[in-house]
């Protein structure tokens, strides 16, 4: 996943995820089989993956799942356009458009920034609890 296509294999919309029919046909879903996103860590990064499960969403004729809420907004943190690698024991690593997210970064700046973090204009953090890593 190193060089992005022009066809975006998995797209969040308002209230649903749009998925390419090459992205559906690699997954080896149809319409009606539940679609679960998740997220597992590599290389210290957190990165997000989808495939085939019981607890899912299920897929549409339109080629679409029904997405809203905290699934979304949790996904929408890597992105809004994803493109996906190999399927690799029945999951495939999707990788979005958005910033990575590290995760010993992310623990360390929830541990150690205060809840009360003010930003000033330029974006920088003015108060700290602790900022030794």
Request: aromatic share 10%.
């Amino acid at each position: 996943m190193n060089k992005h296509s022009d066809i975006i294999d998995v797209k969040v919309q308002d209230s649903n995820l749009l998925l390419d029919p090459a992205f559906i046909a690699k997954l080896g879903a149809k319409a009606g089989d539940r679609i679960t996103i998740g997220f597992i860590e590599k290389d210290g990064n957190m990165i997000p993956i989808i495939s085939i499960g019981e607890e899912g969403n299920k897929l549409t004729k339109s080629n679409t799942i029904s997405f809203r809420g905290k699934q979304k907004n949790t996904l929408s943190q890597f992105g809004t356009n994803f493109w996906g690698g190999d399927l690799i024991n029945g999951y495939i690593e999707l990788e979005g458009d958005g910033i990575p997210v590290y995760t010993e970064v992310k623990k360390a700046v929830e541990s150690y920034i205060s809840k009360e973090i003010v930003l000033d204009t330029n974006y920088n953090i003015t108060k700290l609890n602790n900022y030794e890593f």
